[in-house]
């Protein structure tokens, strides 16, 4: 049976656009506000929980360059199980991903290099490996040694957290960052910041983004992973050029991408535990020029059709997150790679385009599925977002809800099918089978529209 959803007021539009007044880090990330596109290793480790091993490595490596370079995937990361990685420098720093691997990191980075892409990294420059501590190396650029900036507490029994109250901490924090720049690494990705936090307090937690921000300057792209992200990310908006929203991706099934604990927040990390929630509930304080959400990593494989496929894909492109590719040259299919490369959704991407939903409550069902955005041109994109188990009646109201006065659309497309759907009056209305969207393109009439005030939503100054 088919239910109808109802029109949201405007009230709940105005409402959708407060941000938080928290001045954001400053970069040339932030300004352009276009997120990574990229690939990780995770799906390989998540799946067999160890690390990812160097053929396989240089086989996604292989196959993203052939693959997906031309879309403008042009990044490789490494992800988690990181805890393996005990050969270090004369400064306590790793220097491959893996003991066991034959290269290390400025090899595989030339590799990437000579194939057209970037080379990111995951690492906390708050840690510090057993061999770092049992070695007591010396801190670059002061007289103490590694055991001496060991704070009291451990991430785990391989990895020491470093105390930024100790004398030497800062120097270690800012050379690590400034050791992955010089390595030709663009990309850093923190991990689990709650831990910090939670073990050190904030204002140390604090102290250490800065020195990381700091350092990275325009040179590193900022990847905050993990945060608490308390009192609406008031933390982590001055320091990161992106940060996690939702938990982790995990199996990459439905279940992370819309039914894990939906409807449920928590006071701290992770708050949301699906990711659509999460891009709900941090949109208020994500916009151009401001901090970017990353809604972690796709698993298209893992999902159950290609509608499912399409649902993920356009949310992470709604919400203007990262692009991050966790298929394999082996588990992605035909299916997958198309749905990645969709040419009119990721030159949404490209030009830096986010969306916001029309209520910002996760437990408003009906509105918070309906998302907005608006071009330099004036169009809006519109995403209906069917995340119900049953058949659902899904509309924009060009008036009421676009602003578009006159009420009429010259042209509305579908960037999934891409067709043009003609010319239409009053609204838009579809029906939606259970965990499907529906992306369009709306051209409005030019006589007398936007009285609404609703701003553009991507960054065209750059």
């Known amino acids: 049976m088919v239910r109808r959803i109802s029109k949201i007021v405007l009230l709940s ?4 656009l407060v941000f938080i007044n928290v001045d954001a880090r400053d970069s040339k990330y932030t300004r352009k506000n276009v997120a990574p596109q990229y690939w990780t290793a995770y799906e390989y480790c998540y799946d067999l929980n160890r690390p990812i091993t160097e053929l396989r490595w240089k086989n996604n490596i292989d196959w993203m360059a052939k693959t997906f370079l031309d879309r403008g995937y042009d990044m490789i990361t490494n992800d988690g199980w990181i805890e393996d990685a005990q050969t270090i420098n004369e400064n306590g720093y790793i220097t491959k991903y893996n003991s066991g691997w034959e290269h290390d990191f400025r090899y595989w ?15 906390n420059p708050l840690w510090m490996t057993t061999a770092a501590y049992d070695n007591d190396c010396p801190v670059a650029g002061t007289s103490t040694t590694t055991r001496h900036i060991a704070g009291q ?9 470093v105390d930024v109250d100790k004398p030497g901490a800062e120097e270690w924090v800012k050379g690590y960052v400034r050791y992955f720049i010089d390595l030709g690494m663009s990309f850093l990705r923190v991990d689990f910041l709650e831990n910090y936090e939670n073990h050190y307090g904030t204002e140390r937690y604090e102290k250490a983004l800065r020195w990381i921000a700091e350092e990275a300057g325009d040179d590193l792209f900022i990847s905050l992973v993990m945060p608490n992200s308390f009192n609406h990310a008031a933390t982590e908006i001055p320091y990161g050029d992106m940060f996690r929203i939702s938990d982790d991706c995990f199996a990459g099934d439905w279940n992370f991408v819309s039914a894990r604990r939906r409807g449920q927040v928590k006071n701290n990390w992770p708050m949301y535990a699906n990711v659509f929630d999460g891009f709900i509930g941090f949109s208020e304080v994500s916009a151009p020029g401001k901090i970017m959400m990353d809604g972690d990593f796709m698993r298209l494989n893992k999902l159950a059709n290609n509608e499912e496929r399409k649902f993920l894909f356009s949310l992470m492109i709604m919400g203007g997150s990262a692009l991050a590719i966790a298929d394999q040259y082996d588990t992605a299919t035909d299916d997958v790679v198309a749905i990645y490369k969709n040419e009119e959704l990721l030159e949404l991407h490209n030009i830096g385009f986010s969306a916001k939903p029309l209520s910002t409550n996760i437990l408003d069902y009906e509105n918070s599925s309906r998302w907005v955005g608006k071009l330099p041109d004036g169009d809006y994109i519109v995403g209906l977002f069917n995340r119900e188990d049953k058949a659902l009646v899904y509309g924009i109201d ?10 009429r659309a010259k042209s509305v497309r579908d960037l999934w099918t891409h067709k043009e759907l003609g010319s239409m009056k009053n609204k838009f209305e579809t029906a939606l089978e259970p965990h499907h969207c529906v992306i369009i393109r709306i ?3 030019p006589v007398a529209y936007n009285s609404s005030g609703f701003g553009c939503s991507c960054r065209h100054d750059e």
Do not use: C, Q, R
């Open 13 to 16: 539009l105005v409402s959708a």
């Open 109 to 123: 980075n030339e590799y990437i290099k000579n194939k057209g892409m970037k080379a990111g990294v995951y690492y």
């Open 153 to 161: 507490y451990s991430f785990n029994g391989k990895l020491h957290w």
């Open 398 to 407: 060009f008036t009421t809800e676009l602003g578009i006065t006159s009420g």
């Open 443 to 445: 051209s409005p009439d």
